[in-house]
């Protein structure tokens, strides 16, 4: 192609314009630039000749101006030669304002002007058409970009502290970034800013999961352990709000995700590329953002109680680091705790011999936690309930004694709590739970199984497939939410009512005739949040198959009228727990009799939404029999008389219960 554009050159007519025209010398057709004269020489040809073609005269002066590449006639061509030259610098607009001019493949060296890239030329007419509206619109745009950064810096793990001042400080970690992005050349510093991006659009989602763990569970996510949980979210959701529901709020999610770390990268991409074009001003700016900082440091400058000069950042990744070791020490030192068993090799009739010939029941209330007898507004009707029902068991010839264990898990995961009351471990995480029911440690079901002296069972409305950690817990016989014959509604993720579940074991189970007495296991779940709709109690024979509870399930309350409220779900969370404490005890009023003993305990606290954001792990255990020998044993627990556990009442952490009720009732430790 240059070869061509010389041909034409030494044409007569090209010749005679350029001896007679002064202007031929324009800055285009000056440009020393070799690439640049040689991505334009190609059209400048064409061009010529066709002016040489249309106007033959020699004194024609405006052949050597028309260089521009979109024009087809010689007026235009002088048109947008005229612009070029008179607005030079707008021919630069690109490199400076436009992202279109750092996108050439064309490496001009600095100070000299960059082409304007063809496919943005339509904006930079926009521009020059616009001054102040672009000008408006740029400056918008990086204050944007700033502010998204700086928030992503600044944003805090915890709801409660998603405050203004939170994201009124200066984060050091946006001074560093700045430092090295100016110091990095153009390409480097394109790659390390979308790198930067992409990693605080990831840190950014990784601090939302933990204020949605921290509002749910009472603690951070775990990056290794809990990706695992999010089957089981989803399963909720579609519970509460149904397959339409959760498949929005999967989008959702995704979208979010990808939006966050869209808009991360952009904007530090942009801040880069304005940094990299304005060095002078960005060093001083970063120099002076590092003075204040320092300052700020050294001072102990706060706004609102909260410190002016932030590592936020730092100090969150640091504690991720520390979480991801410290799991992976936790578990290689729970697998050595796990092995170690007092009760392993007792010998079967050296096990529970208080307890022989006993209709033993273990039942977990879902979410019955200490805030549902303490807090000032779920308390009072929970109390009321508390002592009615104490005082059925009183006229039924049982007496309670109750008090406090400190569950491993909050707000959820339900499996956690019911593994550590079970088998005396602390299973505070699912790599725990894994560890434990792979093995084959003694748990309580299991020990009254090793005697032979009784037939293990185990009612499980909640599980709704295969499940095998049955076997670890040494239950022989399982009903699940398939096998207990309900054929009424789901009340959003319970998938039936308390009382059903008790009178389906009654019907199923417990009024058969048996060889042994009966341990068995129950799983009481009309408690389970989102506490919408709540079944009532219906006459007991009436239960039937369930169908009776599609009237009371249509006409109870929806999911969404109370899960985003605070004080709702409190007052639907505390009718709940009176819904199944009442159920359970007008069962054990119905058909217990002197060889039962009952042991009830929640599994966790409710969300922190209900209980508070500063909740204990606490749980109310209660054990009733009407057999006084049975209390008798556990005289020195100093826990308290009745369903209630007093303020001061001994508080315990769950997985002791197990060593101490197995001691308390004959079982002796193998040396």
């Known amino acids: 192609m240059p070869s061509q554009e010389v041909t034409s050159l030494d044409s007569p007519e090209a010749g005679t314009s350029k001896a007679e025209t002064p202007e031929a010398e324009t800055p285009e057709a000056s440009v020393p630039e070799a690439d640049a004269a040689e991505a334009e020489a190609p059209e400048v040809e064409v061009e010529v000749e066709a002016e040489a073609e249309a106007d033959p005269e020699p004194e024609a002066p405006e052949v050597p101006e028309a260089k521009a590449p979109e024009t087809e006639t010689p007026e235009a061509q002088t048109s947008e030669t005229t612009t070029s030259e008179t607005e030079t610098p707008e021919t630069e607009t690109p490199e400076t ?97 979308v790198l930067a991006g992409l990693s605080l659009g990831a840190l950014t989602v ?86 204040v900082w320092v300052a700020c440091a050294a001072l102990g400058v706060q706004l609102t109680g909260v410190p002016l ?69 779920m308390a009072p009707g929970v109390d009321a309930t508390l002592t009615a029902e104490n005082e059925k068991l009183t006229q039924a010839g049982f007496a309670a004694k109750s008090g406090w264990l400190t569950s491993a898990t909050y707000g959820g995961s339900s499996w956690l709590g019911h593994s550590t009351f079970l088998s005396g471990l602390w299973i505070s995480n699912q790599q725990r739970y894994r560890t434990v029911t792979a093995g084959e440690r003694l748990t309580l079901p299991g020990a009254f199984k090793k005697t032979g002296a009784w037939d293990t069972v185990g009612v499980m409305p909640g599980v709704q497939k295969a499940w095998p950690e049955q076997k670890f817990y040494g239950i022989d016989k399982l009903y699940d939410s398939h096998k207990l014959g309900y054929k009424g509604p789901k009340f959003s993720w319970s998938t039936m009512p308390d009382q059903y579940a008790l009178t389906a074991f009654e019907r199923l189970v417990h009024s058969k005739k048996h060889d042994k007495p009966l341990m068995s296991t129950i799983i009481l779940t009309s408690s389970h949040q989102p506490w919408a709709p709540i079944p009532t109690l219906v006459p007991q024979d009436q239960v039937g198959d369930g169908s009776i509870y599609n009237a009371i399930e249509k006409a109870g309350k929806k999911p969404g009228d ?14 709940s727990i009176q819904y199944s404490v009442s159920s359970l005890i007008n069962y054990l009023v119905k058909y217990g009799n002197k060889n039962t003993v009952l042991i009830f305990l929640g599994d966790h606290q409710p969300i922190a939404r209900v209980s508070g954001n500063h909740a204990s792990r606490d749980v109310p255990v209660s054990i009733v029999a009407k057999d006084p020998k049975v209390l008798d044993k556990i005289a020195d627990w100093n826990w308290a008389d009745g369903l209630q556990p007093k303020q001061d009442t001994p508080v315990w952490k769950m997985n002791a219960f197990r060593d101490r009720f197995l001691t308390a009732y004959g079982s002796t430790p193998a040396p």
């Open 97 to 193: 304002e436009s992202p279109g001019a750092e996108a050439s493949d064309v490496d001009v060296p600095e100070g000299e002007v960059t082409p304007r890239p063809r496919r943005w030329r339509v904006w930079g007419g926009w521009r020059e058409k616009y001054p102040v509206a672009a000008q408006v619109l740029a400056w918008t745009t990086t204050a944007v970009a700033l502010a998204i950064v700086v928030a992503a810096l600044l944003m805090p793990d915890r709801i409660e502290t998603v405050k203004p001042s939170t994201f009124m400080r200066l984060p050091v970690e946006a001074i560093f970034g700045a430092a090295v992005l100016i110091v990095l050349p153009r390409r480097p510093r394109i790659v390390v800013a």
């Open 206 to 291: 990784l601090n939302l999961l933990d204020i949605g763990f921290n509002e749910y569970l009472g603690r951070g996510f775990n990056v290794v352990l809990d990706w695992s949980l999010f089957s089981d979210a989803r399963a909720y959701v579609q519970d509460t709000f149904g397959r339409t529901g959760a498949l929005l709020a999967v989008v959702g999610v995704v979208v979010l995700v990808l939006v966050l770390l869209t808009l991360t990268t952009l904007s530090v991409v942009r801040l880069a590329n304005l940094m990299g074009r304005h060095t002078v001003i960005a060093t001083r700016t970063t120099l002076v953002a590092g003075t």
């Open 309 to 377: 000069a932030s590592e936020h950042t730092a100090a969150e990744i640091q504690d991720r680091a520390q979480r991801v070791r410290a799991t992976l020490r936790d578990e290689a030192a729970f697998r050595k705790i796990a092995k170690k068993d007092d009760f392993a090799n007792t010998p079967p009739d050296q096990l529970l011999t208080g307890l022989r010939g006993k209709d033993m029941m273990i039942t977990f209330i879902e979410s019955y936690g200490r805030s549902a007898i303490e807090d000032p507004v």
């Open 562 to 575: 109370i899960i985003t409220d605070s004080t709702k779900s409190k007052q639907e969370y505390g009718k």
